[in-house]
């Protein structure tokens, strides 16, 4: 288990540059319905945060990893996590948000089991 900093990974994310990413924009117009009022920006922010957790977990040699979302990422630097950590887990890392182990360790299990991509929904409003 490795301790990584939320700014490490915002640090990294900001260094990569706009370019490097329309191969990402392109796979997520590609793959899913993106709501009108999502910017290009945004798309590009999200790239970035996905390319920053790919890297790390290639130099890292990692094969899971958690974010913590709350607030880091979604109140003081304005992006959720979830997109780029759903576009890392369909490239093979296990990943899960809020440091949830129990949810780490039980993705970890199913995918040596099925030898499949696992995921989960963390689904906050029920109705």
Same mark, same amino acid.
Request: glycine share 4%; charged share 25%.
């Given at each position: 288990?490795?301790?990584i ?16 990413c ?13 709501r009108?009022d ?8 999200v790239?970035?945060l ?12 990692? !094969?899971? *990893?958690?974010?913590k $979302?709350?607030?880091?990422?979604s109140?003081?630097?304005? &992006?959720?996590m979830?997109v780029? =950590? #759903?576009?890392?887990?369909? !490239?093979? *890392?296990?990943?899960? $948000? ?8 039980? &993705?970890?299990?199913?995918?040596? =089991? #099925? ?13």
């Open positions: 288990m490795k301790h900093d939320s700014y490490a990974l915002i640090n990294m994310a900001e260094k990569i540059k706009d370019s490097e329309k191969e990402w924009i392109n796979y997520l117009n590609s793959t899913a319905k993106i009108e999502i910017t290009q920006n945004d798309l590009t922010e790239s970035k996905f390319l920053a957790l790919k890297r790390l977990s290639e130099q890292k040699r990692l !094969h899971s *990893i958690n974010v $979302c709350q607030y880091e990422f109140k003081e630097y304005g &992006m959720v979830c780029s =950590l #759903s576009m890392l887990a369909e !490239h093979g *890392i296990i990943s899960s $948000c809020e440091g949830d182990m129990l949810n780490t360790v039980s &993705m970890i299990i199913l995918n040596y =089991l #099925s030898k499949n991509i696992v995921t989960y929904g963390d689904v906050i409003h029920h109705e």
